[in-house]
């Protein structure tokens, strides 16, 4: 079964740094991978997917990953960091139909 | 904005009680999600739902867990008889049409048994 794994449990940044959370994936011929952000007591939230196309892909909110199949690596990046960034971060790949997530990165962002 | 809402918010039960959680997804949606959290854990899959029957299962789903969709809007997941291991958020999701949609995801109901 194909699975991801987030080596970062917990990234600390100060506001306006930029940022790199990892995501990598197992191999397979074809992986589709998503990005998930879970602010606190809220639900979980797609921030963006790589689905086929373009190795870039982007968010509304200045995040972007890059899918990398050389290095099997779906990393989000955002070069700016705000307050309103802090929050739990989900890389996920779909496994037939349903979403298997990583165990999470939680990005905290200092004043 | 069309959202997935979850009922209760939070539910604190005694070891061996049932629980039965309850979601309502979006209206035109035909794929449904229970995922749960346990607290400082991934998220993990339970089970899907279409087409009023599951299309699959984790090992977590046990003979403990059923779910159902009993009148087209909402969709429950029931605990027959809770254990402390069973504490955790629990949330729905649901999807539309198509493989690659994006899964919509409720609030969570956080579940704790004593």
């Known amino acids: 079964a194909q699975s991801v794994t987030q080596l970062d449990s917990q990234v600390p940044v100060f506001e306006e740094a930029p940022v790199e959370l990892r995501c990598n994936y197992s191999?397979?011929?074809?992986?589709?991978l998503f990005w998930y952000v879970q602010y606190p007591n809220q639900g979980l939230q797609l921030l963006l997917k790589?689905?086929?196309?373009?190795?870039l892909v982007e968010s509304i909110n200045g995040f972007e990953a890059e899918f990398n199949k050389s290095q099997t690596s779906f990393h989000l990046r955002k070069p700016s960091v705000h307050i309103s960034d802090t929050a739990e971060y989900f890389c996920a790949v779909l496994n037939t139909d349903k979403l298997i997530f990583g165990t999470g990165t939680r990005l905290q962002v200092f004043p | 904005e069309p959202e997935v809402t979850q009922t209760p918010s939070h539910q604190v039960t005694q070891m061996g009680q049932e629980v039965i959680l309850r979601c309502v997804p979006i209206?035109?949606?035909?794929?449904f999600y229970w995922y749960r959290q346990i607290l400082g854990q991934k998220v993990e899959f339970l089970v899907s739902f279409y087409n009023n029957e599951i299309s699959e299962k984790s090992e977590i789903f046990d003979d403990q867990f059923s779910v159902e969709r009993p009148d087209g809007s909402n969709f429950t997941l029931k605990i027959r008889s809770t254990k402390l291991e069973d504490s955790a958020m629990y949330f729905c999701a649901s999807k539309g049409q198509g493989r690659f949609g994006e899964l919509f995801f409720g609030e969570g109901s956080r579940l704790t048994v004593l």
């Open positions: 209206s035109n949606h035909l794929y």
């Open positions: 790589y689905l086929s196309g373009s190795t």
């Open positions: 191999s397979s011929v074809s992986v589709y």
